[in-house]
Structure formats: structure tokens, C-alpha cells
């Protein structure tokens, strides 16, 4: 037994070491095995092995020490939990013997979780929940969760969707405040707020969407004039109904955007204010923040306004009806349309394709990439995927959401506060490979400086139909920055333009909705609560979230539809490549699904330059835009991602020649 004096020391020497210890702060990051990463606040990763990963939980901030393993290799030891920012998961609920645990389906919570017993909610074997970490395994390793909420079980009509929105997080309910406000709504609501408007009832405005659009953004009109069009884009203006900082305002700012889930969106306002009181409906007064700007012969832009006003759109028109008629087709809807109507819309037409023209030479395009459309059945699952065409209409409403949207970002350019939506164009992390991608296969571009907004327009535009060995343009276009809100003007290098916003879906997009504010506080001195950068941050957030759930619910249903397919030969052309393999898009019906390299013969190595995968021996390549067949080979489950089996493909000539174009 050790006497006071040893028990002093003892005490003493553990304290120096703790005192002597170096600790790193840091973040942890999940793999999709059993073992980690602490990412350091000095810039740094440390491994974390399995042991230490079970005591911790993707995005925990911990401390931890470095101890060396082996000469040259570390690991880290979790020292200390600062904070767990993991507060909620979905997962499946699973009996094992006398356990019941959760079976997380959050990525990088490689385990089960247990649920003790007044914990479990009286949750069913296989059953979806939704859970809280109730006991953090920071100390043993063994973390407990408690269940909040069965979803449901699989196969039930419509799960996808509501496992969907408790994996991300998304709320399908209104927040009491939000229904109250809401409801305290009506059409004498929009009277009221008529006096002081621009009166523009009598002028031929319309919508062009498709059939069963409800909360309708924009309408729109034409008129001839010496240099070309008067063009004046009437959109909704729901914050005149909606008060600063109110519940409805806080509620839009939080989800951000309406997500378009199949079959049934997620609206970002109340379906009262979005499809009713202020969506711009024919034959009713609404009210509307009008963009009136002179659209040049040449397609340039000129003088523009902003008015607040009151409009009555004349017909909800369809693209497939104005497509008609742009292309000279009669039919009875379209002899019934009045005259004022018709004129309009053809000038319209006239407008659009010189807004168009001009964008081709002086900014840029995005190409038509076919789109589809999901069907769905009564049980809520695809039952036919079909081409989605977009024809002149469709292109006709875009440049004039353009045109109106370069108006508001030329106008909040000058203001002292603004929101803006800037891409800076190609990653700044692939620099080095763009770089001798160019430099090989398109060497007459070599000098181009792709960061300014004059040297990306250049180079995407002469790879667009560059004859090379490699499809120059489609690997560029897979290595392009993610567009981000800003409060300052900046280049949006994707579109070609020294500054853009957007204004024109302010019942689908919070930011659109702010970009009103900002308009009416500039020029009529209306309230506004001002978004700090922390807001717009979160807002961002907000954003990538709702677009992560709709690929996720889409992602479930086209997996689950996959495996309908049958085992017959289909077309597609290789769309994305990766070390592993690559994704084949089919040409019938856009599903994506995966080849693997261990499906082929032979090994292939990634080329990072050109995006290719090429054979360690006999050369054979795979890139993208190549036309290959395929089968279905199944479904990876956990991922939710569709493999096919390779069939044929269109062989690509080994070599390494540069081509100059």
C-alpha cells in the first residue's frame, strides 16, 4: 500500500503529464468503414482508429492527443468531448436475441445503436424511426438512442417521402403561429393593399406554365416600339401580404425553397398565400412587382423599371399551347385566344429569340440536356418515367426570367445592400489538371486565363464543338464550382454575366423573396429585416439540404423502379467517372446507374486530367459522353444506387495525341 508521500507524487506526476500533454482540437469525419478522421483546426487530418471512433459520432468537436504507432504513421486518441453536434438520425428498428437497437441509415454511423427499454416507443421490428443520441459513447463506446418517432414500415405508400424529410430534417407541418397567420388571410387582404398601385388590370397579361402549376410566379407581356420590345414581367409579390419578420418570413427563411418532390411538393409558404392570394391566377386582381424593361432589336438590354402594381392575367396559358402557336399551329384554344393576347404573345416570341441570340454571343448557354418526368402510382412509386421536351416556350418564359433577373442584379449593384448568386467558375482545386487538359488537347486555348469572366466564356464556348480525342467541354462542365448567394455584385461565370440575382420565384425561393425586400425598401422605403452573413450562411445550407432530399427521394423511387427493368440491352452514354468505375445515363428514361471496374476484365487506372479510365494493358478506354449498352444488374440497397452490367461499347482510339481543334 503506497504511503502519502508515494500518493502525493503519484498525484503530482499526473498532473504534469496532463499539464504537459498537447491536444489538438479538431472535427471528426466519418468514413464508410469503421475507422475516422479528426480533421484539426490547424489544417491537418489525424486517423482515428476503430476503437476511438466508437466513441465518437460524425461532426463531434473533440480534443484529441497524437500517439505514433509505427515509425512515420500516427493515430489519434479522443482526449476530451467539446461538443456533439449530431443531435438527431433515421434508422431501422432491429431485435437481436434481448437487444433492440437502431440500425442507423446517417452516413458515417457505422454501427447499432441501443435502445433501452422505456426508450423504444413500441417501435416494430424493421420499422423506420426517427431517433435522439440519448447517451453519448464518449466514455464506453456504447451509446444509447431514444426513439421520437415511427416513420413507418417498408413498403408502406409514400414512406419514401417521410423517411425523406426526417433524414433531412424537413418539416411537413406548419408551426401553429405560421397556420394562425395564414388563415387570418383573405381577398380583402389584397384590396386593401391596392391603393398606391399601379393600376394595370386592363393590360394582357398571362401566365405560361405547365397544367397543373398552382403558385404561379410570373406573367408576362410585349409591345413593339422603335428599337425593338417594351417587355414587362409582372411577378407575385407576396411581401406585401407577408409582414417583416413575421412566422410566415421566418418560416420561408428556414426551408429556404419549396422542394419538388414527386407527387407531392414541399412548399416554402402556406398553400393559401402560394396558390391562392398571391399566386397571379387569371381573372382576378393580384398584386405584382412589375420589371418593365426595353429589350433591343439586337437583344441588348435598355432603360428598365420596378413598379408596384396591380395586375389581371388574362389566361394560364400552357407551354404546349404557346408552343402551338409560335410554330403556326391552329387549334380552337388557340382561335380563341382574344387578339390582344395573341399580339403579345408574339411579340413575346420575337423578344425572347433576340434576348437569346444576344445571350449566345455574348454570354452563355446551358445546353438542353433531356429531362424526364416521374409518374407515380397509387402506392406513391414511379410507374412510368417519360421525356419531359422543352420547347420554344419553355426557352421563351427563360429569357425573360433572365432578362427581368439581370435587371434586378444591375439595380441592387448600385443600392448599399444587395443579394446576389456568383459562381466562380472551374474548382480551383482541379487548376492543375484543367490546366494540362488544355494544354494537350486544346493547346490554342492555353493562354486563356479561365478565372476571368471574359477567359471562361472563351473557353467554354470553343470547347463546345471542339473536334479533340477527348470531350473537352464535358469535362470541364464536370469540374465546375458550386454557385453561392453573396451580398456582393460578383461574376456568375456559368451564366456569362458580370452579376446576377434572381427575383422572379419569391413563392419558391426565400432568396427571391428577400430580393424583393430589397428592391421595395431601395425605392419605396418599406421595412426590412436585414440577413446577417451568419443567416446567409445558414441559408445556403438551407438550400443544399432541400436539394440533397429531393436527389435522396429520387434516388429511393428510381432504385426501386430499376428493378423493373428486366435484363434486356439498354442504350446510354457514360455520364461520370470515378476510380472505382463508371455511371451510365439511359437514353429511354435519364436513370443513372453503375458500372464497376470489377465487373470488367482486366485492371484500369484513372486518368484525373481527362476523366478517363483506361487499361492497364490492352489501352482500352472508358470517358464520358461515350455511347455504351447496358443491363441491369441490381441494386446496392444502402447506397440506393443502381449497377448495371456493361454489354458493349463504342470503342474509344488509344493514343495521346494533342489535337489543336
Not at 401566365?207 to 406573367?219: E, L
Not at 413575346?348 to 440536356?369: P, Y
Not at 422543352?390 to 427563360?398: G, S, T
Not at 446576389?420 to 494544354?439: E, K, S, T, V
Request: hydrophobic letters at 40%; one cysteine or more; charged letters at 25%.
Amino acid at each position: 500500500m503506497l504511503n502519502a508521500d508515494a500518493l502525493s507524487q503519484l498525484r503530482q506526476l499526473k498532473s504534469d503529464i496532463k499539464d504537459n500533454k498537447v491536444v489538438f482540437p479538431g472535427t471528426v469525419k466519418a468514413t464508410n468503414g469503421r475507422f475516422g478522421f479528426v480533421a484539426l483546426d490547424e489544417g491537418r487530418d489525424v486517423f482515428l482508429p476503430p476503437e476511438e471512433m466508437q466513441k465518437v459520432l460524425p461532426g463531434d468537436r473533440v480534443n484529441v492527443t497524437e500517439q505514433e504507432v509505427e515509425k512515420g504513421k500516427t493515430q489519434g486518441v479522443v482526449d476530451e468531448l467539446l461538443e456533439t453536434r449530431l443531435n438527431t438520425f433515421v434508422g431501422r428498428y432491429l431485435v437481436k436475441g434481448k437487444g433492440h437497437f437502431v440500425v442507423p441509415e446517417t452516413p458515417g454511423i457505422n454501427r447499432w445503436i441501443f435502445i433501452p427499454p422505456k426508450e423504444r416507443m413500441n417501435a416494430q421490428q424493421d420499422d423506420y424511426l426517427y431517433c435522439q443520441i440519448h447517451k453519448h459513447p464518449i466514455k464506453d463506446g456504447k451509446g444509447q438512442a431514444k426513439v421520437l418517432r415511427v416513420i413507418g414500415k417498408a413498403g408502406e405508400p409514400g414512406i419514401e417521402r417521410s423517411f425523406t424529410l426526417a433524414t433531412f430534417d424537413l418539416a411537413d407541418t406548419w408551426p401553429d403561429a405560421v397556420r394562425t397567420q395564414a388563415d387570418s388571410l383573405s381577398e380583402s387582404d389584397i384590396e386593401s393593399r391596392e391603393a398606391g398601385r399601379e393600376d394595370r388590370t386592363d393590360r394582357p397579361y398571362v401566365t405560361i406554365d405547365s397544367p397543373g402549376t398552382q403558385d404561379m410566379d410570373d406573367a408576362l407581356l410585349a409591345e413593339p416600339n422603335a428599337t425593338g420590345w417594351t417587355l414587362s414581367i409582372a411577378i407575385a409579390d407576396p411581401t406585401a401580404v407577408i409582414e417583416t419578420d413575421s412566422p410566415a418570413e421566418q418560416e420561408a427563411f428556414n426551408r429556404a425553397t419549396a422542394i419538388y418532390f414527386p407527387g407531392e411538393p414541399l412548399p416554402m409558404l402556406p398553400d393559401s398565400i402560394s396558390t391562392r392570394l398571391c399566386s397571379l391566377m387569371p381573372d382576378v386582381k393580384r398584386l405584382a412587382l412589375v420589371c418593365d424593361l426595353q429589350v433591343n432589336n439586337d437583344g441588348s438590354l435598355g432603360d428598365y423599371s420596378f413598379h408596384q402594381a396591380v395586375i389581371q392575367s388574362k389566361g394560364k396559358l400552357s407551354y404546349e399551347l404557346v408552343s402551338n402557336l409560335i410554330e403556326g399551329r391552329e387549334d380552337d384554344e388557340i382561335k380563341a385566344l382574344p387578339d390582344d393576347v395573341a399580339n403579345s404573345l408574339d411579340q413575346l416570341h420575337q423578344a425572347a429569340t433576340a434576348l437569346r441570340k444576344w445571350r449566345s454571343e455574348h454570354a452563355l448557354l446551358s445546353g438542353d440536356r433531356p429531362e424526364f418526368r416521374l409518374r407515380l402510382d397509387e402506392n406513391k412509386r414511379i410507374r412510368l418515367i417519360e421525356p419531359s421536351v422543352q420547347n420554344e416556350a419553355h426557352r421563351l418564359v427563360e429569357e425573360c426570367m433572365v432578362a427581368a433577373n439581370r435587371c434586378a442584379a444591375d439595380f441592387l449593384a448600385n443600392q448599399t445592400a444587395g443579394l446576389f448568386i456568383q459562381h466562380p467558375g472551374l474548382r480551383d482545386d482541379r487548376a492543375d489538371n484543367i490546366r494540362a487538359l488544355i494544354d494537350s488537347h486544346a493547346p490554342h486555348l492555353s493562354g486563356v486565363d479561365a478565372h476571368q469572366a471574359e477567359g471562361f466564356r472563351k473557353l467554354m464556348k470553343e470547347t463546345d464543338a471542339l473536334e479533340a480525342e477527348v470531350p473537352v467541354k464535358a469535362i470541364l462542365s464536370r469540374q465546375l464550382a458550386r454557385a453561392e448567394l453573396s451580398f456582393k455584385p460578383a461574376p456568375h461565370q456559368g451564366m456569362g454575366l458580370d452579376a446576377y440575382t434572381t427575383f422572379t420565384s419569391p413563392l419558391r425561393k426565400f432568396s427571391d423573396f428577400y430580393v424583393h425586400r430589397l428592391i421595395k425598401s431601395a425605392l419605396w422605403d418599406t421595412p426590412m429585416k436585414a440577413l446577417s452573413e451568419d443567416q446567409l450562411e445558414a441559408l445556403q445550407a438551407a438550400q443544399i439540404r432541400a436539394r440533397q432530399a429531393a436527389n435522396s427521394l429520387e434516388a429511393w423511387l428510381k432504385s426501386d423502379f430499376a428493378k423493373t427493368l428486366g435484363e434486356e440491352p439498354m442504350s446510354g452514354v457514360i455520364s461520370r467517372t470515378v476510380p472505382a468505375g463508371f455511371f451510365v445515363r439511359l437514353d429511354a428514361n435519364g436513370l443513372e446507374g453503375f458500372v464497376s471496374c470489377k465487373d470488367l476484365d482486366g485492371k484500369y487506372s484513372f486518368d484525373p486530367v481527362t476523366l478517363r479510365l483506361i487499361h492497364n494493358k490492352n489501352g482500352r478506354i472508358f470517358q464520358l459522353e461515350q455511347p455504351v449498352t447496358v443491363s441491369f444488374a441490381g441494386v446496392d440497397e444502402e447506397r440506393r444506387q443502381i449497377n448495371f452490367k456493361l454489354v458493349e461499347a463504342q470503342e474509344i482510339p488509344t493514343g495521346t495525341g494533342s489535337d489543336d481543334g
